[in-house]
């Protein structure tokens, strides 16, 4: 059974940081494209950032030089360092990762930016 756990997510002040965590089990993780996405209320879910199989990384435009997505091959997870956060950051953040066949979704963790 495939499970996509994130974890991190919470209420954060502009200009402030938080690590998102998604924990992966039942896959090949090394096999697999990982990402991150977010979703806001009212909006359609958009691409955050990506981490190929090969460690290559793709950034939405608006997050780039502030989050930085990166895995770790021994835990089979993968993390968004997200720093210098801003309002319009708010979201619902989900965990994807892309296999050879299909790809899963996690659960998703709540990113709050507000003062």
């Known amino acids: 059974q495939v499970q996509l756990v994130e974890s991190g997510g919470g209420l954060v002040q502009p200009g402030g940081s938080l690590r998102l965590s998604c924990a992966t089990s039942?896959?090949?993780?090394?096999?697999?494209?990982m990402g991150w996405y977010r979703q806001a209320p009212g909006k359609q879910r958009e691409l955050v950032a990506t981490?190929?199989?090969?460690?290559?990384?793709n950034y939405a435009d608006s997050v780039k030089g502030r989050f930085t997505i990166s895995r770790d091959r021994a835990k089979n997870t993968v993390y968004l360092q997200m720093n210098s956060l801003k309002p319009e950051d708010t979201a619902l953040y989900y965990c994807?990762?892309?296999?050879?066949?299909?790809?899963?979704w996690g659960q998703g963790t709540q990113v709050t930016v507000s003062s």
């Open positions: 994807h990762a892309a296999g050879p066949t299909r790809g899963y």
């Open positions: 039942g896959i090949i993780f090394s096999i697999y494209g």
């Open positions: 981490i190929s199989s090969g460690d290559r990384t």
